[in-house]
């Protein structure tokens, strides 16, 4: 599985990798402003995009609303926040974003469920 991290926190971003990358699965490449994620895309995504929602210069919401057109089926986006905002929740979801995950001592957990699809056993438990 391709998956695109857009964190510009250089060591939360290492720190996410190196746990994401214990799935020897997973193939993660790691971006430090939604510009250059953007270029990387080129018209072709991930299957996996986890995109921080504040970043410096284009955000991760503005990211997410350039790439939307080519959001398929089988591509996932997961939106990172260290603010837990319902408000901020709603407005993702009215864009389309349907994975939200917050930035606290869960999200590796959180970030694997949506992964490996069981993000509702994760959730309701």
């Known amino acids: 599985m391709n998956i695109f991290l857009v964190e510009d926190d250089e060591i939360y971003s290492e720190f996410v990798r190196r746990a994401l990358s ?3 699965d997973y193939k993660i490449t790691a971006f430090f402003t939604a510009e250059d994620a953007l270029k990387a ?25 350039k790439i939307k057109p080519q ?6 986006v997961i939106m990172l926040s260290a603010l837990d905002d319902g408000n901020m929740v709603l407005s993702f979801i009215q864009k389309g ?4 995950v917050i930035k606290d001592e869960n999200v590796i957990d959180s970030l694997e469920a949506i992964l490996s699809g069981k993000e509702e056993d994760f959730l309701f438990n």
């Open 41 to 65: 895309i080129n018209g072709k995504l991930p299957e996996v995009l986890i995109i921080d929602y504040k970043l410096p210069g284009m955000s991760g919401i503005d990211l997410y609303e």
């Open 97 to 100: 974003v349907r994975d939200y």
């Open 22 to 24: 214990q799935n020897p």
């Open 71 to 76: 959001i398929k089926d089988e591509n996932r």
